[in-house]
């Protein structure tokens, strides 16, 4: 009899620890990878010192670093979208939040969206003056609002209503912006953020002018499997009419589906919200069957260089592989995955 029930106990244990060694489901959820960019544009080694990238490389790396911090924690990838994105809006370097571009009139004019590829909602906001983290006020309508897609005053008194304060407008001015306002006032231009050096040496020139763009955006996967998307930008400096770009477009600029993939564009919007870039590369997924690789270089280097469009986009699908591509020389880009890789480029 004790010899029986020894032989049981015994049974018993090696079924446990051979139960230990199979992977648990939490285990097999932990592959999580984000992505971010910084705008693309014209953007040439030739034109920027080492010093100079290490600048921009830094605020991607602190982004990155942000996201993943949420995602190892088992933090959605709606919470790490918006943590990268604060960091690079809060940078006078890109164009978003602080640093935005300005309009005709001398005022910066922020656009943002953010979008949950779990149950596809979104939020998004267009045409505000007095937001400081746009991205984050996205976020409060995709979480809370009935609606979409809010903009400019009203969207504001929304913000007000969400406990987000104004904040006043001088807070976004940067010497640079206003000069390159100058520079397109006087060409009667609508000008791209960033360009080729202009006169000036110093950094902040660089990033000015035309055929660069500065928007920012960011796309993750959680352990849960759920992607996300986000961009924030200032638009194009010297817009007027009360222009709005691609980048507050869900399907156009930010566009994400659990089914298929998270994206993120930055480029001149025009050119995204006629092929609908965001969400063509999803529909190429989910009808054409196609992988992440092969719809996002279909619609970025096909399909927008066949309309003479300029820009790129950040995508991840729920495998976490992670695709950018642009048409432009460069684009300011960095991705993180859980084993901990990473890598940031700008050309
Ligand atoms: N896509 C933005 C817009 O057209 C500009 C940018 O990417 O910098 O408003």
């Known amino acids: 009899m004790i010899r029986t029930l020894t032989i049981f106990a015994l049974l018993l244990l090696i079924m446990e620890s051979c139960e230990k060694n199979l992977p648990t489901e939490r285990e097999d959820k932990k592959i999580f990878a984000l992505a971010v960019h910084g705008g693309a544009g014209n953007i040439k080694k030739l034109n920027l010192t080492e010093t100079e990238e290490e600048q921009f490389k830094t605020v991607i790396d602190s982004a990155l670093q942000a996201g993943y911090l949420i995602l190892e924690k088992g933090g959605s990838a709606k919470d790490a979208v918006v943590a990268a994105i604060t960091i690079l809006e809060d940078s006078p370097l890109f164009n978003a939040g ?58 504001e008194k929304y913000a007000q209503s969400n406990g987000i304060e104004l904040i006043d407008p001088k807070y976004f001015f940067t010497d640079h912006r206003w000069n390159q306002l100058q520079e397109a006032r006087k060409n009667n231009e609508m000008k791209l953020d960033h360009s080729e050096p202009s006169n000036s040496s110093s950094l902040l020139n660089k990033l000015s002018g035309e055929d660069k763009f500065g928007t920012v955006g960011c796309v993750a996967l959680d352990q849960d499997g759920n992607v996300v998307a986000g961009t924030s930008t200032g638009g194009l400096t010297n817009k007027d009419f009360g222009r709005i770009g691609d980048s507050p477009i869900i399907g156009a ?95």
Not at 102 to 129: C, P, Q, T, W, Y
Not at 137 to 148: E, G
Not at 302 to 311: A, E, P, T
């Open 98 to 155: 602080r640093g935005a571009v300005f309009n005709h009139d001398g005022i910066n004019e922020l656009d943002a969206s953010i979008m949950e590829g779990k149950n596809l909602e979104a939020g998004a906001v267009a045409s505000l003056r007095h937001i400081k983290n746009p991205i984050q006020l996205a976020l409060v309508v995709l979480n809370d609002s009935k609606y979409i897609f809010l903009s400019s005053d009203g969207a």
């Open 253 to 347: 600029g930010t566009y994400a589906n659990n089914k298929t993939c998270a994206v993120s564009c930055t480029g001149r919007g025009e050119d995204f919200i006629r092929l609908s870039v965001a969400h063509e590369i999803s529909a190429q997924m989910m009808h054409g069957k196609k992988n992440l690789k092969s719809a996002v270089e279909d619609v970025i280097q096909n399909q927008l260089k066949s309309i003479d469009g300029r820009g790129g986009c950040i995508a991840i699908d729920k495998s976490g592989n992670i695709i950018m591509s642009f048409t432009t020389t460069g684009m300011y880009r960095g991705w993180m995955r859980s084993n901990g890789s990473k890598e940031i480029s700008i050309y």
